[in-house]
T-cell receptor
Framework: DTGVSQDPRHKITKRGQNVTFRCDPI?????LYWYRQTLGQGPEFLTY????????KSRLLSDRFSAERPKGSFSTLEIQRTEQGDSAMYLC????????????FGQGTRLTVV | SQQGEEDPQALSIQEGENATMNCSYK?????LQWYRQNSGRGLVHLIL?????REKHSGRLRVTLDTSKKSSSLLITASRAADTASYFC??????????FGQGTRLTINP
């Protein structure tokens, strides 16, 4: 499978715990995005990378969220001290650099904070 | 923050009918893209229209773009049960990030 893969697909955690999600993009793509989606809403931009550089981070993203993309390959998204409001689907996407290119999405990681 | 707003929020039609969804946005864009999402899954790219294009076709899909009105429409002709999904428009400025709207939930009734 040469698509975008995310792991885990589902995560249930207790409030206050830390969680980490992984995204493996399509190997030729140098841009990687993280989005968050709650029920009935569209994907909300969190952050994106070009290669290993994190180029933009949403102002909505609290300091509890951190993302990395070492060596410009896979990426991890960590949420520290999870809160019930963090419950959502976390989507990863990758694409070529440049204008007018489509994004390829993974299946997402559904986080439930109890 | 969301850039685009889809209309209607939900649409239910009979199989074989055409479905039209609209998207409005606020700022200038390089392109506008439409994506489909089946329940609980990732998004799948459907079609991209550049800011200098007015209409584009792909199979049963027809997309229009009116930059003067900052709006786009997606038409699905001869709908099928498998078209049941949520549809999102996404806009892009400066080859950076895609900003998604709230989506239209489309239900095709057999």
């Amino acid at each position: 499978d040469t698509g975008v893969s995310q792991d885990p697909r589902h995560k249930i955690t207790k409030r206050g715990q830390n969680v980490t999600f992984r995204c493996d993009p399509i190997s030729e793509h140098n841009r990687l995005y993280w989005y968050r989606q709650t029920l009935g809403q569209g994907p909300e931009f969190l952050t994106y990378f070009q290669n290993e550089a994190q180029l933009e981070k949403s102002r909505l993203l609290s300091d509890r969220f951190s993302a990395e993309r070492p060596k410009g390959s896979f990426s991890t998204l960590e949420i520290q001290r999870t809160e019930q409001g963090d419950s959502a689907m976390y989507l990863c996407a990758s694409r070529w650099t440049g204008r007018d290119t489509e994004a390829f999405f993974g299946q997402g990681t559904r986080l439930t904070v109890v | 923050s969301q850039q685009g707003e889809e209309d209607p929020q939900a649409l239910s039609i009979q199989e074989g009918e055409n479905a039209t969804m609209n998207c409005s946005y606020k700022t200038s864009i390089n392109n506008l893209q439409w994506y489909r999402q089946n329940s609980g899954r990732g998004l799948v790219h459907l079609i991209l229209i550049r800011s200098n294009e007015r209409e584009k076709h792909s199979g049963r899909l027809r997309v229009t773009l009116d930059t003067s009105k900052k709006s786009s429409s997606l038409l699905i002709t001869a709908s099928r049960a498998a078209d049941t999904a949520s549809y999102f428009c996404a806009t892009e400025r400066g080859a950076q990030k895609l900003v998604f709207g709230q989506g239209t939930r489309l239900t095709i009734n057999p």
